[in-house]
């Protein structure tokens, strides 16, 4: 059974500081991987979509890493900013189209 | 206009009572999901539809029933509700399988 474990569950950093989120996924054989945002009462964000046989997408300060083989991945934000705040969520894509989410990192970046 | 929506945003209601939950988008998308989310646990997935003639379920099914009335709407049915039923619960649509999920604003369901 595919598990997704996301660490720290909750980080708070400074503006302006560069900061990896990590996504851990136990089972490799996934069709891709996505990183979304959660705002408090608000629906979840993609930001970026890893295929399986790609390594890395990138997106403004975003940048995302997948390595299949050791079942991780890792959200670079760079230069963070008071509205980076949020929980962040991976999610791997199973066949037939299925996610399986981890439960997230709340990240607050304070002024 | 948001894509994809969801009604009621807010509901409480108590054990016993049938619920449904509405999903509409308008993003042309043939699949769409419900999930639910729960402090600690994450979401996860209850049922799916592929097309207007599929349904499928999720790994948390019981206790729930869908109904995909038209490509655009998905609409979430708790015949009986109970309490450790209150959680988010967020709809989704994806234009295939390697397509992005894109999620409506969720809605809060309170079971007293």
């Known amino acids: 059974k595919q598990e997704v474990t996301q660490i720290p569950a909750a980080l708070s950093v400074p503006e302006g500081e560069n900061l990896v989120l990590n996504c851990s996924f136990t089972?490799?054989?996934?069709?891709?991987l996505q990183w979304f945002r959660q705002d408090p009462g608000k629906g979840l964000t993609s930001l970026l979509l890893?295929?399986?046989?790609?390594r890395e997408q990138t997106s403004g300060r975003l940048n995302a890493s997948l390595d299949k083989s050791s079942g991780r991945s890792t959200l670079y934000i760079a230069a963070s900013q008071p509205g980076d705040s949020a929980t962040y969520l991976c999610?791997?894509?199973?066949?037939?189209?299925?996610?399986?989410f981890g439960t997230g990192t709340r990240l607050q970046v304070f002024p | 206009d948001a894509d994809v929506t969801q009604t009621p945003r807010n509901r409480i209601t108590k054990t016993g009572k049938r619920i449904m939950l509405e999903c509409s988008q308008t993003?042309?998308?043939?699949?769409m999901y419900w999930y639910r989310q729960d402090p600690g646990l994450g979401l996860r997935l209850i049922y799916y539809?592929?097309?207007?003639?599929?349904?499928n379920k999720g790994e948390i099914s019981d206790g729930y029933s869908v109904s995909r009335q038209a490509q655009a709407k998905f609409s979430l049915s708790l015949e009986s509700a109970i309490p450790n039923q209150t959680a988010l619960y967020f709809c989704?649509?994806?234009?295939?399988?390697?397509?992005?999920?894109?999620f409506g604003p969720g809605t809060r369901l309170t079971v007293l």
């Open positions: 539809s592929f097309d207007v003639k599929d349904i």
């Open positions: 993003k042309g998308h043939d699949r």
């Open positions: 890893i295929q399986s046989s790609q």
């Open positions: 999610a791997v894509k199973r066949n037939q189209g299925k996610l399986i």
């Open positions: 989704a649509t994806s234009g295939d399988t390697t397509d992005t999920q894109y």
């Open positions: 089972d490799s054989a996934i069709y891709n």
